[in-house]
């Protein structure tokens, strides 16, 4: 009897389940080099804060820029269609969870103000912050030259799933290829997974590719439509893609692992996966100056037709500038996630985030677990 030809799966990696190996030398933390370049704009730190109507305003993208990263504002969101959206950002807050998805749905129906759009931008930018914006690739057309005209210094073109191959039915769809060559400032695109997609999309010229599919808290796409890779294989796949890219064409189009991060170590593994950057909703949620209180949602939930997301609240835990750089007297790992990337950083004897992506990792399942079972139990 012939043998049936199985669809054949390979094991994926979360956060949880490797570890980083020590180097063979160790360096001082405070001799590290953990800035990231997109194009011509530096970051002093490798941390973006994601393009959430409840992470980031443009007081929340002075503020982080401030500190050396980097806020998106969303430019299909709230801070774009009201004059004054903290009434409706407090609206969802306060909102029962068995209406909030309803009410997102209705108060995203109000019209995208070009003029709001700019004025956003040009706020930021009169503080003296770098400006990143974003929006889904329906949008980016009409939305990215008023931005450029504003003074965005990064655009972001943003969807569930991007690849540099789109079939539809609109005569003239978005081609990365052409709207990269046209645009002044450095074009970011995602999300994506896999190694061949992002390969096709640094051929396309953009200056930098987010990773990662449905892993944020507030993200359901995962239950939803049932896709994803987990964010260290993930990572791993796509950095893959960027040093054969770079070898081939002596260009480096860095990528950051956007979503499901939540502590200090979670950023070093994204980092020793091959990770240029890291983008995080939940954590800049928990920061006083968040807008939402220490709630958000994600640009899918008010889908009018197939919500993926959800509103989740985490609280206001820190300030953005404990949970940066401390000082904090939490032992989880949730606060001074740039003083954790260094020390890791100093452990494995990487002076730069680059030296940090060689670093040998394992496959680790207990690496939480093993010999805490006092913590566990709470003793």
């Given at each position: 009897?012939?043998?049936?030809?199985?669809?054949?799966?390979?094991?994926?990696?979360?956060?949880?389940?490797?570890?980083i190996v020590p180097g063979q030398v160790t360096i001082n933390p405070e001799q590290t080099d953990v800035s990231l370049r997109i194009g011509e704009i530096h970051l002093p730190i490798p941390v973006i804060a994601s393009a959430m109507d409840g992470v980031v305003d443009p007081r929340f993208?002075?503020?982080?820029?401030?500190y050396g990263g980097v806020g998106v504002l969303n430019l299909e969101g709230l801070q774009v269609r009201y004059d004054n959206p903290d009434d409706e950002i407090a609206e969802i807050v306060e909102a029962p969870k068995e209406r909030v998805t309803e009410l997102?749905?209705?108060?995203?129906?109000?019209?995208?103000r070009e003029d709001l759009v700019a004025d956003r931008i040009r706020y930021i930018k009169n503080a003296g912050a770098t400006c990143a914006v974003s929006c889904t690739p329906a949008w980016t057309k009409r939305l990215a030259p008023i931005a450029v005209d504003a003074g965005a210094d990064l655009f972001i073109v943003a969807s569930t799933v991007t690849t540099a191959r789109h079939y539809s039915k609109s005569e003239r769809g978005l081609v990365f290829q052409e709207f990269c060559a046209e645009m002044p400032i450095?074009?970011?695109?995602?999300?994506?997974?896999?190694?061949?997609?992002?390969?096709?999309?640094?051929?396309?010229?953009v200056a930098a590719v987010l990773i990662g599919v449905g892993p944020g808290a507030a993200c359901t796409s995962r239950e939803v439509l049932g896709i994803g890779v987990p964010q260290i294989t993930a990572t791993?796949?796509?950095?893959?893609?960027?040093?054969?890219?770079?070898?081939?064409?002596?260009?480096?189009v860095p990528i950051i692992t956007d979503g499901g991060l939540r502590t200090g170590g979670d950023v070093c593994k994204s980092i020793a996966a091959?990770?240029?950057?890291?983008?995080?909703?939940?954590?800049?949620?928990?920061?006083?100056?968040?807008?939402?209180?220490?709630?958000?949602?994600?640009?899918a939930t008010p889908h009018a037709e197939l919500p993926r997301g959800t509103r989740v609240s985490v609280g206001v835990r820190t300030s953005l500038k404990r949970l940066l750089f401390g000082p904090t007297d939490k032992t989880d790992g949730t606060e001074?996630?740039?003083?954790?990337?260094?020390?890791?950083?100093?452990?494995?004897?990487?002076?730069?985030?680059?030296?940090?992506?060689?670093?040998?990792?394992v496959i680790a399942p207990a690496i939480k677990t093993e010999g805490k079972v006092y913590q566990m139990a709470g003793l």
């Open positions: 009897m012939p043998s049936p030809h199985a669809k054949q799966l390979r094991r994926a990696y979360g956060f949880d389940e490797v570890a993208a002075i503020t982080l820029s401030k997102m749905q209705r108060l995203y129906s109000a019209p995208v450095p074009v970011i695109v995602g999300n994506t997974v896999s190694y061949g997609v992002t390969k096709e999309l640094m051929e396309t010229g791993m796949d796509c950095a893959a893609a960027r040093d054969d890219y770079y070898r081939e064409s002596g260009r480096y091959g990770a240029d950057g890291v983008m995080m909703g939940s954590p800049f949620a928990a920061t006083e100056e968040a807008p939402a209180r220490g709630n958000h949602w994600g640009m001074n996630l740039v003083g954790a990337l260094r020390t890791c950083m100093g452990v494995c004897g990487a002076r730069t985030i680059r030296d940090l992506q060689q670093a040998e990792m």
